[in-house]
């Protein structure tokens, strides 16, 4: 069961309070310094009836330890995940293409967040995410997104490849991202046309999508790589194809 953290800095606060000001139960001011650069933070938690205290640097660090928290932090509730029953009910044969993530046990935060970044930025409509062998969401999964985590649906699942088999009943196309393509039968991500429901599947840091999940896939893609580059990081894969998507997507309308 996911608890209580520290989110900090006053981008990844004010994005909270604008994007999910619901999640934070308190928000803590340092009670030295310029009292005035924290006024717009001030009044988006007055607006959102978020209560705001003040602490001391000696409190600030021994919450969230030496890093630079810009003497702003908010207590976030535990991270609220959404429902895939929930999201695939808003969806019927009127809806314009949807696209979601699924995250293939990513432990790393620092590439869970900045993958979250890259979905939010490029109009992906969901992220799906495993129970287990998976990093949660946290402080600083927070502070990699710059505090985007608001503005896409986290999705909490409890088994990966069954939840491919749901979506492909909701004739979404689960497309894997093959790092090792061994068997060449990969398509490069440029010539594949995202043109209906797509669900896309990006693998750890270590081993990439896991064999199991990748044989649930209905399409493998590949990322065209120079100068004997074997494999990217899992965020900056995701970066890619998300624009990719989007690029297309613009240009079907």
Same mark, same amino acid.
């Given at each position: 069961?996911?608890?209580?953290?520290?989110?900090? /800095?006053?981008?990844?606060?004010?994005?909270?309070?604008?994007t999910?000001?619901?999640?934070?139960? !308190?928000?803590?001011?340092?009670?030295? /310094? @310029?009292?005035?650069?924290?006024?717009?933070?001030?009044?988006?938690?007055? !607006?959102?009836?978020?209560?705001?205290?003040?602490?001391?640097?000696?409190?600030?660090?021994?919450?969230?330890?030496?890093? &630079?928290?810009?003497?702003?932090?908010?207590?976030?509730?535990?991270?609220d995940?959404?429902?895939? *029953? $929930?999201?695939?009910?808003?969806? &019927?044969?009127?809806?314009?293409?949807?696209?979601?993530?699924?995250?293939?046990?990513?432990?790393?935060?620092? &590439?869970?967040?900045?993958?979250?970044?890259?979905?939010?930025?490029?109009?992906?409509?969901?992220?799906?995410?495993?129970?287990?062998?998976?990093?949660?969401?946290?402080?600083?999964?927070?502070?990699?997104?710059?505090?985007?985590?608001? !503005?896409?649906?986290?999705?909490?699942? *409890?088994n990966?490849?069954?939840?491919?088999?749901?979506?492909? @009943?909701? @004739?979404?196309?689960?497309? *894997?991202?093959?790092?090792?393509?061994?068997?060449?039968?990969?398509?490069?991500?440029? &010539?594949?046309?995202?043109?209906?429901?797509?669900?896309?599947?990006?693998? $750890?840091?270590?081993?990439?999508?896991?064999?199991?999940?990748l044989?649930?896939?209905?399409?493998?893609?590949?990322?065209?790589?120079? $100068?004997?580059?074997?494999?990217? $990081?899992?965020?900056?894969?995701?970066?890619?194809?998300?624009?990719?998507?989007?690029?297309?997507?613009?240009e079907?309308?």
């Open positions: 069961m996911s608890k209580e953290f520290y989110i900090y /800095g006053k981008h990844v606060i004010v994005e909270t309070l604008r999910k000001p619901e999640s934070l139960k !308190r928000l803590y001011i340092k009670e030295t /310094g @310029k009292q005035a650069a924290y006024d717009e933070i001030r009044i988006l938690a007055k !607006r959102a009836g978020v209560l705001v205290s003040s602490a001391s640097e000696k409190q600030i660090t021994g919450w969230v330890g030496d890093v &630079n928290h810009q003497g702003i932090l908010g207590l976030s509730k535990p991270f995940y959404e429902n895939l *029953g $929930n999201f695939l009910e808003t969806i &019927n044969e009127d809806s314009p293409l949807q696209t979601v993530l699924i995250l293939d046990h990513i432990m790393d935060v620092a &590439n869970i967040g900045a993958i979250i970044r890259s979905a939010a930025a490029m109009s992906i409509d969901a992220i799906i995410v495993a129970e287990l062998h998976q990093a949660p969401i946290t402080s600083a999964v927070f502070k990699t997104s710059a505090g985007t985590v608001g !503005r896409i649906p986290i999705i909490q699942i *409890g990966i490849n069954q939840c491919v088999e749901t979506l492909k @009943k909701k @004739k979404f196309w689960v497309v *894997g991202l093959s790092s090792h393509d061994e068997k060449g039968e990969a398509l490069e991500l440029w &010539n594949y046309k995202f043109d209906s429901h797509a669900a896309i599947v990006i693998g $750890n840091e270590g081993a990439g999508v896991r064999e199991k999940t044989e649930h896939c209905d399409t493998l893609l590949r990322i065209p790589m120079t $100068n004997d580059v074997e494999s990217l $990081n899992a965020s900056v894969t995701a970066g890619i194809v998300c624009y990719e998507v989007m690029k297309q997507r613009k079907m309308k």
